[in-house]
């Protein structure tokens, strides 16, 4: 089977915790959705994700800290083109 063009997309690190609030659900998945809805249909997915990090890296809830992280053995840009729903 060929390796290529897969993401893996993780809420957190290996060996950390991943948060969520009780209500709006996970850090990560929050920051996924916000980041699709807003830039989807001009930045490519690894650029995407990487503001995910930055979004879930700086998300605190008191004490707690969260990173999440992804690798990608993408072989070319990947983008999501706007969907006319008119």
Avoid at 9 to 22: K, N
Avoid at 26 to 43: H, M, P, V
Avoid at 44 to 56: A, E, G, H
Wanted: charged fraction near 25%.
């Amino acid at each position: 089977m060929k390796r290529t063009d897969f993401v893996y997309a993780y809420s957190t690190v290996l060996g950390h915790e991943s948060y969520r609030h009780c209500s709006k659900g996970s850090w990560f998945i929050q920051a996924l959705c916000e980041t699709l809805r807003g830039n989807a249909d001009n930045k490519d997915f690894i650029s995407l994700l990487t503001r995910v990090n930055n979004k879930v890296n700086n998300n605190e809830d008191g004490i707690k800290k969260q990173v999440s992280c992804f690798t990608s053995t993408l072989t070319k840009f990947l983008y999501f083109p706007k969907i006319n729903t008119e």
